[in-house]
């Protein structure tokens, strides 16, 4: 599987999802640079939604099972002090 690889400084990389124990997985990137008020963590180096809902647009590839069942499903969190 190497569509969507790309490389930096001879690390590979992928854009968009990648194949981990024959399933796609992909982190949602935060891309805010201000935090909002009493938020302890934000920026591009975190990952998740930090909201009580939010609007999210995706699309399928052409190459990956044409016309072949689809399924998104992940939850997923991490509490620290």
């Given amino acids: 599987y190497n569509e969507g690889v790309y490389?930096?400084?001879?690390i590979?990389?992928?854009a968009g999802?990648?194949?981990k124990q024959n399933r796609?997985?992909?982190?949602i990137r935060n891309n805010s640079n201000t935090?909002?008020?009493?938020?302890?963590?934000?920026?591009p180096s975190?990952?998740?939604?930090?909201?009580?809902?939010?609007?999210v647009t995706m699309q399928t590839?052409?190459?990956?099972?044409?016309g072949g069942l689809?399924?998104?499903?992940a939850v997923g969190s991490t509490y620290g002090r």
């Fill in 7 to 10: 490389f930096e400084n001879n």
């Fill in 12 to 14: 590979p990389y992928r």
């Fill in 17 to 19: 999802f990648d194949r």
């Fill in 24 to 27: 796609y997985v992909a982190a």
């Fill in 35 to 43: 935090p909002l008020p009493g938020q302890v963590l934000s920026g």
């Fill in 46 to 55: 975190n990952t998740g939604i930090k909201a009580y809902y939010t609007t």
């Fill in 61 to 66: 590839d052409t190459t990956t099972d044409p």
């Fill in 70 to 73: 689809k399924e998104l499903f």
